[in-house]
């Protein structure tokens, strides 16, 4: 199913380039997120937003900036792209009053950074 | 910073077998801790979840045993199938409504063999 979608799916980009990664979901969440997943260190959380004028920092923010369009989009942008950036970016959400707090993840994107 | 240490970082089973993995936390606010499977190519998925107040929940094949005292968790997968060969996340959250951000453990890869 689609209910969280990721574009671009992989992308190859140089070093300084600007790159912005955009995550869409249907599920009429509130709360959207953006992480990065690194072999060995899990995931880490960058930025989070609990409604469209919430804008949260995360574990590992610097370098990196988002956007929050509306409240089923979510864009995550690296201003000046770096090497070590070079990593696999999840977009997820979750609704508000539920107990168990799922977060629901799209299917990632590949990022590599020359 | 480490809040969620996980282990092992990879794990091979026989078919049949008990896949355990081992989670261990420090920060004791810590109220909601589920456990996120991921396949390759997609994102994670939440399998099961537990709150301190009980010691184990159980679904299916799938047991969270808690130890509040040693601040530990685990997942044990009886009966393990070539199908649950997957990466396999620990986390957890302060989980009152409002403020949901996990953290996650560094993940296992967990190899099923016939």
């Known amino acids: 199913d689609a209910d969280v979608t990721q574009t671009p799916r992989n992308r190859i980009t140089k070093t300084g380039k600007r790159i912005m990664l955009e995550c869409s979901q249907t599920k009429g969440h509130d709360r959207m997120y953006w992480y990065r997943q690194d072999p060995g260190l899990g995931l880490r959380l960058i930025y989070y937003?609990?409604?469209?004028?919430?804008?949260n920092k995360g574990e590992i923010s610097d370098g990196y900036s988002v956007s929050r369009q509306a409240q089923a989009k979510f864009s995550l942008s690296l201003e000046s792209a770096i090497p070590n950036q070079t990593a696999l970016y999840f977009c997820?959400?979750?609704?508000?009053?539920?107990?168990?707090?799922?977060?629901?993840f799209g299917p990632g994107t590949r990022l590599t950074v020359l | 910073q480490q809040q969620v240490k996980q282990s092992p970082q990879s794990l091979i089973v026989q078919k049949g077998g008990i896949s355990i993995i081992n989670c261990a936390y420090e920060?004791?606010?810590?109220?909601?801790f589920p456990w996120y499977q991921q396949f390759p190519g997609k994102g994670p998925a939440l399998l099961i979840a537990i709150r301190p107040d009980v010691s184990e929940k159980k679904e299916g094949r799938f047991t969270i045993s808690f130890n509040k005292s040693a601040k530990q968790f685990s997942l044990h997968i009886m009966d393990s199938q070539p199908g649950d060969s997957a990466t396999y996340f620990c986390?957890?959250?302060?989980?009152?409504?409002?403020?949901?951000?996990?953290?996650f453990g560094t993940g296992t890869r967990l190899t099923i063999i016939p």
């Open positions: 997820a959400t979750s609704g508000t009053g539920t107990y168990d707090n799922e977060q629901f």
């Open positions: 937003s609990f409604d469209v004028k919430d804008i």
């Open positions: 920060n004791t606010a810590f109220d909601y």
């Open positions: 986390a957890a959250s302060i989980g009152n409504f409002g403020n949901e951000k996990l953290t």
